[in-house]
């Protein structure tokens, strides 16, 4: 039987874990967006698709017990990121397991942290891997988890192609961030042994990486002009493909999946890869448009700081998607719960979660707010809660930069770790209390 102080333990993490899948079950059934569909569908037939890895599709297939139910895949990964949360918080100095569980609870309450777990996505990993690399660098876990922790790492690695960049970018952070928590002896060595485990997450995400990058990059570049303005220097005296499209779509979106996009024109994404290629390289020699580039970047990576709205995308999709048949199809069990969700009926969309959206930013500002007065009046980030929270703030404006500045902006990219700057908050304001009362647990 487990012991007196066990039973307590438990009660607290199921609480947590059940407050992550709390939108998912007010929802009465996991939140799916487009990506959902594609994911399904590359799980379910072991095709790699063009534009993402297979490992979030796998995931789904593995953790629904082959089609059973995706409840099990929900409460998969809310369960991870409870594990991941509850490390990051008692390394960071919150020790009792109470306190964390509350922690986690009132985020999933005041922030959008719940639309993030509780959606069939890869994006529930990308605090997953934020978490799991702070913890392996500069964390001290004991073998056993030491071990769990890689395997959550290389998962959550693997599950999406923005994760490659963001992780390669973080690991520098977090060395620098170990050192000043007084962990930072072993950090070069602790980093090191994430570089195979990088190159083994490669492979299932290796394809999707090389069929898409200039793609996505390329719609980028219509999005904010670029591609416009080299196409108006190099149409005239070069026989591009991309040239003879009647117009250039002026957002990414369009450029990806609209009906009349000039990608289009080619027969496959990979037989547009010499041509966009070719443009990329081109406008990155030109100083014009270098300069072009900078901007978009600067612009494009602040305006996606400020967005990040929850369920951005999470519209009803009726019978007939393919969303609706996949989910009939492979998970028939779950296709009369799926038609009866709240998101079916249209409920996540515009107006409704408008107050939830103005809660979230009003929690982001005040937590901005604090974060600022802290840095220009301690300036001294040397406690673990402060290291956690400037990785956390890192992650935050890397992945908004990223996203924005090599695809486009979106409400979702932010989102899914928007929540992290009320925690760096809150980790700091801890740091704070520790320094002028006594330690307490």
Known sequence: MPSTATLPNLLWGALAITGLMGAAVWNGYPLVYSDTSSYLGSGFTLDTLVDRPITYGLFLRITSLNGLTLWISTLAQCALLWWCLSLTLAWAGITRLRNRAIIVLALCTLTGLPFVSGQLMADAFTPMLILSLLLLIAGEPPRGQRWLLHGVFVLAFAMHMSHVPLALLLIPVA?????????????????????PLMAVALIPMGSSLAKSKHVFFMAHMAEEGILQRYLEKHCPGEDLVICGAPSMPSSADAFLWGADSPLNRFPSWSAAEPEFKSIIKGSLRDPELLLLHGKAWLSAGSRQLLRFAPADGMGPFATGTLLQQRIEAYIPGDAVAFAHSRQAAGLLIPPHLDSLSRVQAGIMAISAVLLLAYAFVRRTWRSKGCSAAL?????????????????????????????TIPLAALLVAKSLLRDRVSPSS
């Open 175 to 195: 060395i620098r961030i170990s050192r000043a928590a007084g962990t930072g002896s072993h950090a070069w060595r602790r980093a090191g042994l994430l570089v």
């Open 391 to 419: 990785v956390l703030i890192s992650a935050y404006g890397l992945n908004a930069f990223l996203n924005a500045g090599l695809v486009m902006v979106a409400d979702r990219f932010a989102a899914k770790l928007a929540w």
